[in-house]
């Protein structure tokens, strides 16, 4: 049996159950827009850098299957069929979904719409706003074609006089980094109206020519997305910032991997873009229809009822940091997790602000991989220099995306003091850590924060992940041996209780799953129960076939890329799931039956060659039995949802797991089970 699925493709059907939740009748309305988003930006992602990937890897020729293990021209082939099928998904839902808003008389028009007092409205916020930000580039004549932004969606605009054949071309960039995407129009009675800057901008499109006094004008959307790939080597001297910087600005000429069309384009005016743009065949070139970058519905106004987006979910106060309490005697009394964005991210917040200001406190360390815009985190680092204490930050300058942040941070931190390293020889930076040295009775007592996610306020609002809190002396001297390790990296060390990527992770969970094999050849209950993001590690995927084929139950609850094919008929120990909700599930977690005494961990890795083999990664064991039922309480309520799992199947199908009982929405029920718990 092939076991193996390219995880591009695994990929894809991922970003299907996100269609799939636009399409959801039981979802809010605007929330369904928002899914729409979600897609548009994940798709995005993927071709800057899986398609871009996979591309640079076909140059290579006959050395590429071998490297990647299947033939990247092949690969792309099936991406291209794949993406033009959901592509038409994708239209479909959007025409259906306008629909839905004129039943709640809410009308998004286009400029042969626009009438009445709207006209006078949208003229002169086309004046003030619009207008001043277009700079249109006539392309017919240019020697050198412009270089389009890869965030950016341009209107390729036909222009022509009447009596006369010739046209000229210009092309103009829709300035969504400055304007809303979005006009809210003012009502008619109880009807409301939205309209696309990018109508505005037709609307107004003969004014912009006036001076050649064209008689018509045609506009197709494009987007052009670029490869997003840095090329930077290993050197971490002084000169990293430079390089990192130097790799920022090539992307942005990055090569083109994707051009995005309005289907409705003339062909032999397409023909000319793909040529100036530098198209070659094997580039991607996607019709659709009049609005492209539809990752704009993330920012969707509502201009319904509350019906039309999720009910609130307060964050939850969790008790031990309840107003008045030290947090440090908390940690001191028992282990505490933080599951987000259930729990306030505040909590840590509130934890390295009262770092900051106790004389005890001498040092914090920590991880900073991906941080919020206006970070609090580094405001309370900024508080802590400032107060005497002695900051070390490990920022991972090629988090990909962040990294303009990142030098941005680290910079800041450098200014006032802090000792900053930029990660490992390498290696990617990718653990979640945090720790507070404490000097109490003369002896310095370690704090450790782990996480399975990176320590941001924005993305804890919306990405399920888990932090946890220890004084536990074994784990504090191993998170310390840690970040020993990023200061001199030539000093690995030892772990006994902590199982860290790239020294044991891989050499441990392999142990951990052979142990289970060996219990379930003797008689003894065993079983594997894993969640994850992703699972591509061939390796791993075959020891799990075998641990199920040995009778070891194997569950996996896998929310993005999955590798393994699924046996058919199905293997009766071997079952996988996958789930979309209103959260994104981010938290990885391993349980292992361990003869009775089950063995959980909680990790910033996915079982994924690169997180194994390439990146500085952690499992931390959880031992507090509180905790361990939390978590186990959290698997057990998503392998019970009967509304947004779905089944992983050999034909990626995404059918929706079918369970007896009532409805059970997991994050919904695992919310109440928390605010139960908090109030004791």
């Known amino acids: 049996m092939e076991n193996y699925l390219p995880k591009e493709i695994s990929w894809l059907a991922f970003n299907e159950r996100v269609l799939q939740e636009a399409g959801k009748e039981q979802v809010p309305l605007i929330e369904r827009f928002r899914f729409l988003g979600i897609y548009s930006s994940n798709l995005d992602e993927f071709f800057k850098v899986r398609v871009a990937t996979l591309k640079r890897i076909a140059e290579l020729g006959g050395r590429a299957a071998k490297i990647l293990g299947e033939d990247p021209i092949e690969v792309l082939s099936q991406i291209n069929d794949v993406i033009l099928r959901q592509r038409r998904q994708y239209e479909e839902l959007h025409t259906k979904l306008n629909l839905a808003l004129e039943k709640e008389n809410i009308y998004v028009i286009n400029e042969d719409q626009v009438e009445g007092k709207h006209s006078d409205y949208c003229i002169r916020y086309f004046y003030r706003k619009v207008r001043p930000k277009l700079m249109p580039i006539m392309i017919d004549h240019v020697k050198k074609f412009p270089d389009l932004d890869d965030e950016g969606i341009y209107l390729a605009t036909i222009l022509s006089k009447e009596n006369s054949d010739k046209e000229r071309y210009a092309l103009i960039k829709v300035p969504t980094d400055e304007l809303p995407r979005f006009l809210v129009l003012p009502r008619r009675d109880d009807k409301k109206f939205l309209i696309f800057l990018d109508d505005l901008i037709r609307l107004g499109l003969r004014d912009l020519f006036h001076i050649q006094n064209y008689t018509s004008t045609e506009a197709y959307m494009i987007k052009l997305t670029k490869d997003a790939e840095l090329d930077i080597d290993d050197d971490l001297g002084e000169s990293y910032i430079n390089k990192v910087s130097k790799g920022l600005k090539k992307r942005e000429e990055g090569d083109p991997v994707r051009l995005m069309y309005d289907s ?139 990294e303009q942040a990142n030098i941005e941070f680290s910079q800041i931190l450098s200014k006032e003091g802090a000792r900053v390293i930029y990660g490992v020889p390498g290696l990617k930076v990718h653990a979640k850590l945090c720790q507070i040295t404490r000097k109490e009775k003369g ?238």
């Not at 310390?480 to 990296?489: G, I, Q």
């Not at 009967?642 to 034909?651: A, L, Y």
């Open 443 to 680: 002896v310095n007592k370690l704090y450790s924060v782990v996480g399975t996610g990176n320590l941001n306020e924005e993305t804890a609002r919306v990405f399920s992940d888990v932090l946890l809190f220890t004084n536990n002396r074994d784990i504090g001297n191993e998170v310390a041996r840690l970040f020993d390790f990023f200061k001199r990296n030539y000093k690995v060390g030892k772990y006994q209780i902590l199982a860290p990527s790239p020294f044991d992770l891989r050499k441990k969970f392999i142990t951990w799953v052979k142990q289970e094999i060996k219990n379930a050849t003797e008689g003894k209950q065993a079983y594997i129960h894993l969640k994850l993001n992703n699972l591509v590690d061939k390796e791993i995927i075959d020891l799990l076939f075998s641990a199920a084929e040995q009778g070891v139950d194997v569950r996996l609850n896998v929310r993005g890329m999955f590798s393994a094919v699924m046996p058919q008929p199905e293997m009766k120990n071997f079952k996988a799931i996958a789930m979309i909700d209103r959260f994104l599930e981010h938290s990885r977690l391993f349980f292992f039956c361990n003869g009775g005494e089950e063995r959980l961990y909680i990790s910033s890795a996915d079982l994924m060659t690169r997180n194994l083999d390439r990146r500085v990664e952690v499992a931390c064991p959880v031992l507090d039995p509180g905790l361990k039922t939390e978590l186990r309480t959290m698997f057990d309520l998503q392998w019970a949802d009967n509304t947004q799992m779905r089944i992983i199947d050999q034909d990626l199908s995404n059918r929706a797991q079918q369970t007896p009982g009532a409805a059970l929405r997991s994050q919904y029920e695992f919310y109440n089970y928390l605010k139960k718990q908090s109030k004791g």
């Open 264 to 402: 409705n384009i003339p062909g032999y005016f397409l023909t000319f873009l793909k040529e100036k743009i530098g198209l070659g065949k094997g580039d991607v070139s996607i019709p659709g229809g009049r609005y492209h970058n539809l990752k704009d519905f993330l920012q969707i106004p509502n201009l319904g009822t509350d019906k039309l987006v999720y009910p609130p979910m307060p964050a939850i106060i969790h008790p031990s940091f309840h107003r008045n309490k030290r947090i440090f005697r908390g940690i001191r009394e028992k282990d505490i997790m933080l599951h987000f964005p259930y729990h306030s991210f505040d909590h840590f917040i509130d934890l390295l602000r009262e770092a900051s200001i106790d004389p005890k406190v001498t040092g914090i360390k920590i991880t900073l991989y991906r941080l919020a815009k206006n970070s609090n985190v580094i405001s309370a680092l900024l508080n802590a220099l400032r107060n005497g204490i002695q900051v070390t930050a490990i920022v991972e300058l090629t988090a990909r995306f962040s």
